[in-house]
Nanobody, 114 residues
């Protein structure tokens, strides 16, 4: 079963950029769809972006035009390039398979200041 480790979060001012990384312990070649999720205090975890094995992507309306998801199957990694960040993007970000068959990792904190 795939194990996931997220990194790349941090504190950034509104309008700034961050690149999040998700590294799997095993090959994701056979995993059709990977996704990035986020959860803010007092809110439910939500899917913000997904990518298929062949590169097809879907984005939540709240991040369209600002976030870009990508994957590197050779390095068992999934990335989320975030630009034009807003305070409402503040959350813990997680990656996982879709449908979810792996345990949640620790996530990486993204904090966007005003």
């Amino acid at each position: 079963q795939v194990q996931l480790v997220e990194s790349g979060g941090g504190l950034v001012q509104a309008g700034g950029s961050l690149r999040l990384s998700c590294v799997a312990s095993g090959s994701i070649f056979r995993v059709n769809t990977m996704g990035w999720y986020r959860q803010a205090p007092g809110k439910q975890r939500e899917l913000v972006a997904s990518i298929t094995r062949s590169g097809g992507t879907i984005y939540a309306d709240s991040v369209k035009g600002r976030f870009t998801i990508s994957r590197d199957n050779a390095n068992n990694s999934v990335y989320l390039q975030m630009s034009s960040l807003k305070p409402e993007d503040t959350a813990i970000y997680y990656c996982n398979t879709i449908p979810r068959v792996a345990r949640w990792g620790q996530g990486t904190q993204v904090t966007v200041s005003s």
